[in-house]
């Protein structure tokens, strides 16, 4: 039986409010985005199921702070929902190819929109329900983390951020999702968050993500946004605070 797929969108909060934006309930899994309501359309994240058995996910984060950022996220948007479909429901598809052809897409959106080269790291990734595999591209964002019951590892960058290049290409890879895993990608702003001239690093989010108990989706990356307020003293001001967290149930 296939299992519920929905996304739950809470209303606008106030600046500096936590926001819990999307929320997919999968076989088996769960997959969210926490967010703090500041923000300056600089980020944007998406999910999309686009098969009986997989579910397409996004954070892309635009860092430049040029004029014309607002146009990319709804361009990027339009481009996730409308080519991830297409390209992911072809016969005998390959899901390493799908994610290349569609990161490409999305590159070339990023493009047309801007008028110039925008430097834009992105995650995307396929959930694939059925054997719990993430396939994933990895474009010149802050690393993913994915804990298991012994670890927490690094997913590093696979290609060059979108955005910069018209025939880049990234390289798509694979990951087996055992029962209690979770992956966790943060956006810049939550690593460049800043204490006292500190700044709260990729380290601190793993140790975090480490010591947290296992939970759903939803509560690691409130768990992470909390731990960056603690740090900061103030929600983080930044337009790229976003938590995308996906966990397998145990």
């Known amino acids: 039986m296939l299992a519920s797929f929905h996304l739950h969108r809470r209303k606008s909060q106030p600046h500096g409010e936590l926001v819990e934006s999307d929320l997919a309930q999968l076989r088996d899994a769960s997959l969210a985005a926490v967010y703090y309501a500041r923000r300056r359309d600089r980020d944007f994240h998406d999910f999309l199921r686009v098969g009986p058995n997989q579910v397409l996910f996004a954070l892309l984060e635009c860092i430049d702070g040029k004029k014309g950022n ?19 429901a072809k016969q005998d ?25 925008r430097s834009c790291p992105a995650f995307v990734g396929c959930y694939e329900e059925t054997l719990s595999t993430l396939w994933y591209v990895n474009a010149g964002h802050t ?10 590892t690094e997913l590093a960058a696979t290609g060059l951020p979108l955005g910069l290049f018209s025939h880049a290409t990234c390289d798509a890879s694979a990951l087996a999702m055992q029962p209690g895993a979770a992956l966790l990608v943060v956006s810049r702003g939550i690593v460049e968050a800043k204490s006292r001239g500190t700044e709260s690093g990729l380290e601190t989010v793993k140790n975090e993500f480490r010591q947290m108990a296992m939970s759903n989706a939803s509560e690691i990356g409130v768990s992470i946004l909390a731990r960056v307020r603690e740090f900061v003293g103030a929600p983080p001001n930044s337009g790229n605070v976003t938590a995308l967290a996906l966990a397998r149930s145990a």
């Open 70 to 88: 607002q146009k990319i996220a709804p361009a990027v948007r339009t481009t996730f929902r409308q080519v991830g479909p297409q390209v992911f």
């Open 93 to 117: 598809i390959n899901l390493a190819d799908a994610m290349i052809e569609l990161c490409l897409q999305l590159n070339r959106t990023i493009l047309e929109t801007a008028d110039e080269t």
């Open 143 to 152: 690393a993913a983390l994915v804990r298991d019951p012994t670890s927490v």
